[in-house]
């Protein structure tokens, strides 16, 4: 997943600025910090808790000047300034669940459930960067990835009902992205691992089905 989201900034010659949003969580970290390592990309991070991001991003003033935006993709007036000028946008953010029974019995904070991020938070986020009003990034260079999720092709799956929908407000942002006109890519991940880079086979499948034996 990490590489399919950095592969596609690693052939950039010119300058590319990519802002990504979540970047304080388990997949937006990563991606962050190694963008930030590439030459000819301007990283900027969305979040939420200045001090995570402290924690996390390693910055020092954790301000604009030094490109981290605090922001909530649930209120879009929060968005116009982190997009702007972005020629690139990497979205990390999901709605988190809370469960008592691994990956059953959850519940969502308030205001934060899966229509609120996975759907209208990810609309929100796709329309900040198409209305950007910056000339010098034109509307056929500005691209998407957004980090979805496996089994949005399976309406009431075990995890969609688990999750309260979680994988159908997810389908409908995919649907939503698809439509906006914006350059995109959609990494509908699913088994990710926390250990070691490089020591897994990366399988790769479509509409949910795998390669035999995987």
């Keep these: 997943m990490r ?3 950095l592969g596609l900034f690693a052939s950039s010659a010119a300058g590319v600025t990519v802002l990504v949003t979540g970047a304080t969580g388990q997949t ?5 910090n190694e963008l930030k390592a590439m ?11 200045v001090t995570k991001a402290r924690e996390l991003l390693k910055c020092d003033k954790c301000d604009q000047s030094e490109g981290i935006y605090v922001g909530d993709v649930t209120e879009p007036g929060t968005l116009e300034a982190p997009v702007h000028g972005v020629d690139s946008m990497v979205i990390a953010v999901g ?20 229509k609120d991020i996975n759907f209208i938070g990810m609309k929100n986020q796709f329309e900040a960067l198409a209305k ?26 075990v995890f969609d009902l688990a999750w309260k929908h979680s994988l159908f407000y997810l389908a409908q942002a995919e649907a939503s992205l698809m439509a906006s006109g914006l350059e995109f890519a959609i ?13 897994m086979e990366l399988v790769v499948g479509h509409d949910d089905v795998l390669p035999k034996g995987a």
């Design 132 to 157: 950007d009003d910056n000339p010098s990034v034109p509307f056929t260079d500005r691209r998407v990835v957004l980090m979805s999720s496996f089994e949005t092709t399976q309406p009431d799956s």
């Design 95 to 114: 709605a988190t669940p809370h469960c008592k029974l691994g990956f059953f019995d959850c519940t969502f904070a308030k205001g934060a459930g899966p």
């Design 187 to 199: 990494v509908q991940s699913g088994g990710l691992e926390d250990g070691p880079a490089g020591e």
């Design 39 to 49: 030459p000819n990309v301007t990283v900027r991070g969305l979040v939420r808790n």
């Design 3 to 5: 590489a399919a989201i």
């Design 28 to 32: 937006g970290q990563i991606v962050y």
